[in-house]
């Protein structure tokens, strides 16, 4: 990446490795970042060990001083550093928190957000994954000027990614990250020169993302078709997952693929939730008329087993349901 042709003096925000290529390349761009802000350390993992976010990490590799404040909305003493640094401009890239209308007015040429959806659209904390569980063909990044609002601000850049049809959302965030982070070098560059002007989002256009719960990954049979059970387990990898229940026990499905035409004739009708076996796959009825094939699955306290083999341990009545 060449360097900028307006060095600006930047503060970063930003808290997971997605944010991580946007920080790199505007480091490679020739800015410089007086100082990066994340989310203090959190336990993480099975074994619960605390551990800096990988912003942390990056910034403390690249020799930026670091701090990661409780809070940011009633700190006077963040106030006070900011005001002291006088930034060019605040980049924030998944933070995690909202930015207080304080912090907007520090610096002169804003607070610029790199938010991973085709704004108005999937306003919120988990866009990448709300447009792969609603069938998305297409998603993108947008950078945007913040304000008080969630994601409302006036529009800067924006660029279209496809979605692979099979792409899972731990397979897209990546691919974001990566696009979004010269989308980010190319919007204060435009800013520093004059030559970019922020459009107002369309208010009546917008949809929401929010922050997933546990729920959502619940395979719901008897409301949802085939087509949109699978496109819910691509976006909500790697976590809620899909799972539903298997006689009053959690069974966890790891792989998964929509039946297609030909061998929904060959299943037949039958209730939502019901299980059918063939040729040692495993298949379950959907809404309209529709089957799901499992292909990996894991029955609570178990071993993590293709449809084959959990066949072999796991004999099924011709009355067994999901759900």
């Known amino acids: 990446m060449t360097g900028s042709a307006h060095p600006l003096r930047l503060v970063f925000c930003g808290t997971p ?110 866009p990448i994954q709300w447009a792969i569980a609603m069938g998305d063909a297409f998603t993108g990044n947008t950078t945007m000027l913040l304000e008080e609002g969630l994601d409302t601000g006036p529009i800067l850049l924006q660029q279209t990614i496809e979605i692979g049809p099979g792409q899972t959302a731990a397979e897209l965030f990546p691919v974001l990250a990566e696009a979004g982070a010269p989308l980010v070098v190319a919007t204060l560059a435009g800013l520093a020169d004059g030559t970019l002007h922020a459009q107002a989002q369309n208010q009546e256009d917008a949809s929401f993302a929010p922050l997933l719960d546990r729920e959502d990954g619940r395979m719901d049979f008897a409301a949802r078709a085939a087509t949109e059970l699978y496109n819910r387990w691509r976006g909500f990898q790697p976590w809620p997952g899909a799972f539903s229940t298997l006689q009053g026990r959690k069974l966890i499905v790891h792989r998964m693929s929509a039946a297609h035409a030909g061998e929904e004739d060959q299943l037949g009708a039958a209730a939502p939730g019901s299980v059918r076996v063939e040729d040692h796959r495993l298949f379950a009825a959907c809404a309209g008329n529709t089957w799901i094939e499992l292909i990996e699955v894991q029955l609570e306290g178990k071993k993590r087993l293709s449809a084959a083999d959990f066949l072999r341990g796991n004999p099924f009545g011709a009355d067994a349901r999901l759900g």
């Open 17 to 126: 490795q997605f944010a991580v290529p946007t920080l790199r390349a505007l480091l490679a761009a020739g800015h410089a970042i007086e100082l990066a802000v994340s989310q203090p350390d959190r336990p993480v993992g099975r074994e619960r060990e605390v551990a800096a976010p990988p912003v942390k990490q990056a910034a403390i590799a690249a020799g930026i001083p670091v701090i990661q404040p409780e809070k940011i909305r009633n700190n006077p003493a963040f106030q006070t550093q900011l005001e002291a640094i006088a930034p060019d401009a605040i980049v924030v890239v998944a933070y995690g928190r909202m930015v207080p209308p304080w912090m907007l007015a520090v610096p002169r040429l804003g607070c610029i957000n790199l938010h991973a959806s085709l704004l108005p659209k999937y306003r919120g904390a988990a």
